[in-house]
């Protein structure tokens, strides 16, 4: 079959309200075997509805295979490599799940007293302290429930600090390659961006740094290493810099992939961070799935952590052992409901003691493996404009394939016709056409060896015949989108007539 006929009959997907069919169920409950009430009475008027939701309406098949349709559609982890650059798209071994989906920590309720929650508060304590124990941190706090939440809280905690000290300071400095969540966390929380450059090697430029730096440096958001894959080989001297200010240095710890087991930002002099759980610590991520960025701080600023902390009685004094600290007269008070998204802790819990610090470290280990020889194989083929070691990941340019009127787009476009899911492109800001490769540590050589053939079959193509790479994908179910028209013009809505 030709790749055009192959595309024509593609099977588009209904919405599954256009499938939907009146008096069609799924479910039926069974008959009231209790009194009827009357909603009105229990809840008052303005809590219930008058008009039933137009729900779609199917049996339980036809939501079980609509849903399957649509799943085998799309590219994910489970079906194939994703080496989308920072955002460490490893398989999550399903023991986690199974985890996870035990009912006494799906069924717990939110608002159950401590008395009655005290398994879960033992795992969150005790991830808590794990963490810790990774990163080098003194005390952690699991609240914020995603990265960029994690940067937030800890740009709160930078500023109560410098305002404990008369003068919260106005500016916060952040490289050039740095993930864009950092200039909008440290704006959010009422700073200005100094950007600084990276010198040629992709490092922070330390002569411009100490340039920079003045009394109202409040801090550094450093990400080591950092996007580029480039480890700051200069960083104890950058944390010198800053602390000579008396501003303070904050680790971007979203991949800690490079490091685990290895380095710890507390040793190197990191005064806070955060962590990903859902990139490093086993939880499916993408698609807007519930994550968790916890954050770490070293003693002397646990004192602003975000309340409630999860503390530990170990003489048990009112009968608990462990308990939600609302005594912190110095937190920057609560971020997030509740206390974050416990089953995502539980998932990281369950990955830490399966793989213990021995475990963890070989992870890191074949990270860097992974992505060095992926980076030796492919070198010859796209231009590396960083050159040396890489640490879990590096950066690509589609600069020579640009000569053919091939971009990094079209490149990550045509990966799709190969069972390949896109590295992450034009980013990071700094490297033009930029492919950025994170192959992970779970990959097998068989399928990092299928993806350098395919990337040297793309490199083929963009010279012999461009217009193929150019016009991709053609095997996937819809073709290329208009990516402007999807985001100027977004139309998602499903209207009944
Ligand atoms: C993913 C990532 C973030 C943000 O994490 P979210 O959970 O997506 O908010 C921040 N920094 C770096 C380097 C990242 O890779």
């Given at each position: 079959m030709s790749e055009t006929t192959r595309k024509q009959e593609a099977v588009v997907e209904p919405t599954i309200f256009e499938l939907s069919s009146p008096g069609r169920r799924g479910y039926r409950f069974p008959p009231l075997d209790v009194p009827e009430i009357d909603p009105v009475e229990v809840f008052g008027e303005s809590q219930v509805r008058s008009v039933e939701p137009a729900f779609p309406e199917l049996t339980e098949p036809e939501v079980v295979r609509h849903f399957t349709r649509l799943a085998e559609m799309n590219h994910h982890v489970d079906r194939g490599f994703y080496p989308l650059g920072s955002c460490t798209m490893k398989y999550n071994p399903k023991v986690n799940e199974d985890v996870a989906g035990l009912p006494g920590f799906t069924r717990l309720h939110p608002e159950v007293d401590e008395v009655h929650s005290q398994g879960a508060l033992a795992l969150m304590h005790g991830l808590a302290r794990h963490l810790a124990a990774i990163s080098g941190m003194d005390e952690v706090s699991l609240q914020p429930p995603a990265g960029a939440s994690g940067e937030l809280a800890g740009m709160l905690i930078v500023r109560a600090y410098h305002t404990d000290r008369g003068n919260p300071r106005s500016k916060v400095i952040v490289p050039?390659?740095?993930?864009?969540?950092n200039p909008a966390s440290l704006t959010l929380a009422g700073y200005e961006a100094q950007e600084i450059k990276s010198d040629s090697s992709g490092r922070v430029d330390v002569d411009e740094l100490r340039r920079l730096v003045d009394s109202e440096t409040a801090a550094i958001m450093i990400t080591n290493p950092n996007t580029l894959g480039v480890f700051e080989s200069r960083i104890s001297e950058i944390v010198e810099i800053v602390h000579g200010v008396g501003g303070l240095v904050y680790m971007d710890g979203a991949n800690l992939n490079a490091l685990m087991g290895i380095v710890r930002p507390g040793d190197i002099g990191f005064d806070l961070m955060h962590f990903n759980l859902h990139k490093t610590f086993s939880s499916p991520h993408g698609g807007g799935g519930p994550g968790s960025g916890p954050i770490g701080v070293t003693s002397e600023l646990a004192d602003y952590l975000p309340y409630p902390v999860i503390s530990r009685d170990e003489a048990k004094s009112r009968g608990i052992e462990y308990y939600f600290d609302?005594?912190?007269?110095?937190s920057i008070g609560k971020v997030h409901g509740v206390y974050g998204n416990f089953l995502v802790m539980v998932k990281a819990y369950s990955y830490i003691l399966t793989l213990g610090p021995v475990g963890l470290r070989r992870v890191a280990e074949n990270a860097l493996l992974n992505a060095n020889y992926l980076q030796r194989k492919l070198e010859a083929y796209y231009e590396l404009p960083y050159k040396g070691y890489c640490q879990h990941e590096f950066v690509l340019s589609a600069s020579r394939q640009k000569e053919h009127g091939v971009r990094a787009l079209d490149v990550a476009k045509r990966l799709l016709d190969f069972g390949v899911h896109s590295p992450t492109i034009y980013f990071p800001l700094i490297v033009g056409e930029a492919l950025m490769i994170e192959p992970t540590e779970t990959e097998s050589k068989r399928s990092l060896d299928h993806f350098v053939s395919v990337m040297i079959e793309i490199a083929r193509e963009s010279e012999s015949d461009p217009d193929v790479v150019r016009g991709?994908?053609?095997?996937?179910?819809?073709?290329?989108?208009?990516e402007v028209r999807a985001s100027k013009d977004l139309d998602v809505s499903w209207r009944q007539d």
């Amino acid at each position: 079959m030709s790749e055009t006929t192959r595309k024509q009959e593609a099977v588009v997907e209904p919405t599954i309200f256009e499938l939907s069919s009146p008096g069609r169920r799924g479910y039926r409950f069974p008959p009231l075997d209790v009194p009827e009430i009357d909603p009105v009475e229990v809840f008052g008027e303005s809590q219930v509805r008058s008009v039933e939701p137009a729900f779609p309406e199917l049996t339980e098949p036809e939501v079980v295979r609509h849903f399957t349709r649509l799943a085998e559609m799309n590219h994910h982890v489970d079906r194939g490599f994703y080496p989308l650059g920072s955002c460490t798209m490893k398989y999550n071994p399903k023991v986690n799940e199974d985890v996870a989906g035990l009912p006494g920590f799906t069924r717990l309720h939110p608002e159950v007293d401590e008395v009655h929650s005290q398994g879960a508060l033992a795992l969150m304590h005790g991830l808590a302290r794990h963490l810790a124990a990774i990163s080098g941190m003194d005390e952690v706090s699991l609240q914020p429930p995603a990265g960029a939440s994690g940067e937030l809280a800890g740009m709160l905690i930078v500023r109560a600090y410098h305002t404990d000290r008369g003068n919260p300071r106005s500016k916060v400095i952040v490289p050039d390659s740095a993930h864009g969540t950092n200039p909008a966390s440290l704006t959010l929380a009422g700073y200005e961006a100094q950007e600084i450059k990276s010198d040629s090697s992709g490092r922070v430029d330390v002569d411009e740094l100490r340039r920079l730096v003045d009394s109202e440096t409040a801090a550094i958001m450093i990400t080591n290493p950092n996007t580029l894959g480039v480890f700051e080989s200069r960083i104890s001297e950058i944390v010198e810099i800053v602390h000579g200010v008396g501003g303070l240095v904050y680790m971007d710890g979203a991949n800690l992939n490079a490091l685990m087991g290895i380095v710890r930002p507390g040793d190197i002099g990191f005064d806070l961070m955060h962590f990903n759980l859902h990139k490093t610590f086993s939880s499916p991520h993408g698609g807007g799935g519930p994550g968790s960025g916890p954050i770490g701080v070293t003693s002397e600023l646990a004192d602003y952590l975000p309340y409630p902390v999860i503390s530990r009685d170990e003489a048990k004094s009112r009968g608990i052992e462990y308990y939600f600290d609302y005594e912190r007269p110095r937190s920057i008070g609560k971020v997030h409901g509740v206390y974050g998204n416990f089953l995502v802790m539980v998932k990281a819990y369950s990955y830490i003691l399966t793989l213990g610090p021995v475990g963890l470290r070989r992870v890191a280990e074949n990270a860097l493996l992974n992505a060095n020889y992926l980076q030796r194989k492919l070198e010859a083929y796209y231009e590396l404009p960083y050159k040396g070691y890489c640490q879990h990941e590096f950066v690509l340019s589609a600069s020579r394939q640009k000569e053919h009127g091939v971009r990094a787009l079209d490149v990550a476009k045509r990966l799709l016709d190969f069972g390949v899911h896109s590295p992450t492109i034009y980013f990071p800001l700094i490297v033009g056409e930029a492919l950025m490769i994170e192959p992970t540590e779970t990959e097998s050589k068989r399928s990092l060896d299928h993806f350098v053939s395919v990337m040297i079959e793309i490199a083929r193509e963009s010279e012999s015949d461009p217009d193929v790479v150019r016009g991709a994908p053609s095997r996937t179910p819809v073709g290329r989108l208009d990516e402007v028209r999807a985001s100027k013009d977004l139309d998602v809505s499903w209207r009944q007539d």
